[in-house]
């Protein structure tokens, strides 16, 4: 936990992204929980803690760590998720029973693919998203 705060502190140095308590405690929060987070729980938990909690600030220090790239918006969840800066294209694993995420690798033949279908289209990113159950929700 100290280890990936601190890399993620060093990441947002190199890219010039302000480094905040509020960024800090939200990503904490976020790999602590281990899965995706909606906004309005990252808010509940800012006041719990008894720091400045309005929607605004923490909508600012979420739009700093996906900037940075230290988190990613799940838009199948409307949740934010944290992951390894840098960690390349990939498909996120979303299980709808847990909220579970896991990212997964995308083959270059599978960018390839992609990248050949945009034609002049310019990606932002290459998260994509694959929704179901996971292995742990099936068997219940
Ligand atoms: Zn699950």
Redesign the pocket.
């Known amino acids: 936990m100290a280890g990936r705060l601190a890399h993620a502190e060093e990441h947002c140095r190199r890219q010039g992204q302000a480094w905040t308590t509020g960024r800090r405690f939200i990503l904490q929060r976020l790999l602590e929980a281990g899965r995706p987070l909606k906004a309005y729980e990252l808010i509940a938990m800012l006041q719990a803690a008894g720091r400045p909690s309005n929607p605004a600030t923490a909508y600012q220090a979420l739009k700093g760590l996906l900037a940075a790239g230290l988190l990613i918006r799940v838009e199948s969840l409307s949740a934010f998720h944290a992951v390894s800066p840098q960690a390349g294209p990939q498909a996120l694993l979303v ?1 709808r ?2 909220r ?1 995420v896991t990212e997964v690798g995308l083959p270059e033949e599978v960018r390839a693919w992609l990248a050949a279908q945009q034609g002049d289209f310019r990606p932002e990113g290459w998260i994509c998203e694959v929704v179901g ?2 292995s ?2 099936s068997e219940d």
């Open positions: 299980c029973s847990c579970g159950t996971c742990a929700c």
